[in-house]
Nanobody, 130 residues
């Protein structure tokens, strides 16, 4: 059983930056990937970014490509989301998620598929004012 805790959310003006952190703890046998998703009322959860744990490959949703970046600290089991050039439409609850190697089925994993992840944090609010 693992626990994920996000931090770093808050209020920022359009054009500004924020850095979110997500620390994983507990019984994690081997991390395969960690991802970021966001959700606003009335809309489906949206994939933002993900990073594979072994090789550090990164993946981004179209809406944030070129503005956001994600990175990992393997020793700390922590993932970061650097958000730059923030827009009002980036306002959402941001959540991180973790995929374990032990729950992989086959050799293909869709990093954008929210139901594929095993553990989720409670989320942190990001509000961008215009």
């Amino acid at each position: 059983q693992a626990q994920l805790v996000e931090s770093g959310g808050g209020l920022v003006q359009a054009g500004g930056s924020l850095r979110l952190s997500c620390a994983a703890s507990g019984r994690i046998f081997r991390t395969y990937a960690m991802g970021w998703f966001r959700q606003v009322p009335g809309k489906e959860r949206e994939f933002i970014a993900a990073v594979s744990w072994k090789r550090g490959f990164t993946y981004y949703g179209d809406s944030v490509k070129g503005r956001f970046s994600t990175s990992r600290d393997n020793a700390k089991n922590t993932v970061y989301l650097q958000m730059n050039s923030l827009k009002a439409e980036d306002t959402a609850v941001y959540s991180c998620a973790l995929k374990e190697e032990t729950t992989l089925q086959g050799s293909i994993f869709d990093f954008e598929w929210d139901d594929g992840y095993d553990y989720w944090g409670q989320g942190t609010q990001v509000t961008v004012s215009s």
